[in-house]
């Protein structure tokens, strides 16, 4: 099975930046499509962001248009999401996902992001 850790959350104000990070282990599936989630409370999961293997297709909310960009590392196993331009209703937790297949099949705990006004 594959193992997704999320790192680079924190506290940031209106208008910085935040980079998160997505270390697979275990089986690598980077090679694959994959992509960054959030979840705020109150609030419908939200796919942010994805990615195939070289980035030549992505996707991106309306919502982070513009202010988010996903990469990855595929040598090292790991993906990012540059966060600029941050709003307070960025506020979530972000999870990272892998999707081997058809489906997103594997996930991280999530870091929390909180942007305050």
């Known amino acids: 099975q594959v193992q997704l850790v999320e790192s680079g959350g924190g506290l940031v104000q209106a208008g910085g930046s935040l980079r998160l990070s997505c270390a697979a282990s275990?089986?690598?599936?980077?090679?694959?499509?994959m992509g960054w989630f959030r979840q705020a409370p109150g609030k419908e999961r939200e796919y942010v962001a994805g990615?195939?293997?070289?980035?030549?297709?992505?996707y991106y909310a309306d919502s982070v248009k513009g202010r988010f960009t996903i990469s990855r590392d595929n040598a090292k196993n790991t993906a990012y999401l540059q966060m600029n331009s941050l709003k307070p209703e960025d506020t979530a937790t972000y999870y990272c996902?892998?999707?081997?297949?058809?489906?997103?099949?594997?996930w991280g705990q999530g870091t929390q992001v909180t942007v305050s006004s």
């Open positions: 275990g089986r690598t599936f980077m090679s694959y499509y």
């Open positions: 990615s195939s293997w070289s980035g030549g297709s992505t």
């Open positions: 996902a892998v999707r081997p297949g058809a489906v997103w099949d594997y």
